[in-house]
């Protein structure tokens, strides 16, 4: 019995222990856990926080390009030698309003580029936009290019008739997945990957090309900058406008000078004066908030009117 008892007792001793660790064990996974949970909401709360002061960066960012395109405005010419065309400055000053973080903004004048929403009703933009792709930094044949503008027009004209080289819904419910044509204005640039022929390539440039988002717009009200344009753009207004000439007029409305109210340079072709325009009214705004390697962008198209403006719209990445 004696020999039992003492087996038994030892037996005991050895559960006791192994449940003892057992429960410590518990013990330090549950402390571990509701550390790990503790610090994740820490971090979440500091994430949050640092969101929202991004965001507030970068509304800082665009209110301050807002007032430099309300304090330029002008009844007379909209150019480059604006201040809202030199945001660098602005951008600099930053780092001096925030603690740990700065904004990086730019102004675009949407009314130097051309005008998509306007192409199914002006022919002279339809002519444009085929000299714009078919200039050699795109890589496009001509007749790749006319396709592409033929497919944008019945994209967004109201119609179901399909133009020479362009497409309507039955092109479009033939792809995979299938889908209609809009016969629609373009609510903004990025349709024009649903659009027969424009590749991401053509879209957004690569290296060596560049990207048509960067020539086209959806909103204005059909006429084009000449003071603000991209080269580019400039040499696509007409046959007429050469490189040379474009680089010609590009000097002269860099030239402080220079009267640019007075558009000598539609002299080149009469028929740029059915779009050509030397004051602007729709501007792009894109205001980047950074702060400990962390960014939150806004992009905003704003219409112009006076001392006023008007948001019309609005995106956050």
């Known amino acids: 019995m004696k020999f039992f008892f003492r087996r038994t007792l030892k037996n005991n001793r050895g559960i006791a222990l192994i ?3 057992l429960l410590v064990s518990v013990l ?14 820490i971090y979440d709360a500091a994430n949050i926080s640092d969101g929202i002061k991004l965001a507030y960066i970068a509304k800082s960012g665009f209110y301050g390009a807002t007032a430099l395109l309300l304090n330029t405005s002008s009844e007379n010419a909209t150019t480059l030698l604006d201040d809202w065309a030199n945001t660098e400055a602005l951008s600099v000053r930053s780092r001096e309003f925030f603690d740990n973080g700065y904004f990086i903004v ?9 005008p998509l929403n306007k192409l199914a009703e002006n022919a002279v933009l339809r002519s444009a936009l085929i000299r714009l792709l078919g200039q050699p930094e795109f890589g496009l044949d001509r007749a790749k290019a006319e396709e592409i503008v033929a497919s944008i027009k019945d994209w967004i004209d109201e119609d179901n008739d399909v133009t020479s080289g362009g497409a309507e819904s039955s092109y479009y419910l033939a792809q995979d997945p299938p889908y209609r044509a809009k016969n629609a204005p373009l609510d903004c640039i990025e349709e024009l990957l649903m659009i027969k022929g ?4 053509i879209f957004a440039g690569t290296k060596e090309k560049p990207a048509l988002a960067d020539y086209v717009t959806a909103d204005g009200d059909g006429l084009i900058n000449i003071n603000t344009a991209p080269l580019l753009v400039l040499r696509s207004l007409s046959d007429a406008i050469t490189p040379a000439i474009a680089q010609e007029m590009d000097e ?3 030239n402080k000078s220079n009267d640019l109210a ?3 340079y539609i002299a080149y072709d009469n028929s740029l004066g059915n779009i050509a325009a030397l004051n602007s009214n729709y501007f792009k705004i894109i205001s980047a908030g950074k702060m400990n390697k962390m960014e ?3 992009t905003a198209i704003i219409a112009r009117d006076g001392k006023s403006a008007k948001i019309l719209k609005w995106g956050v990445d």
């Not at 996974?29 to 994740?40: M, P, Q, V």
């Open 19 to 21: 449940t003892v660790i």
């Open 28 to 41: 330090v996974a549950l402390a571990i856990e509701l550390n790990r949970s503790a610090r994740a909401d």
């Open 106 to 114: 730019r102004v675009e004048d949407e009314m130097g580029k051309i």
């Open 198 to 201: 424009i590749t991401k390539e």
């Open 252 to 254: 002269y409305r860099r």
């Open 262 to 264: 007075q558009a000598w």
């Open 296 to 298: 939150q962008k806004i």
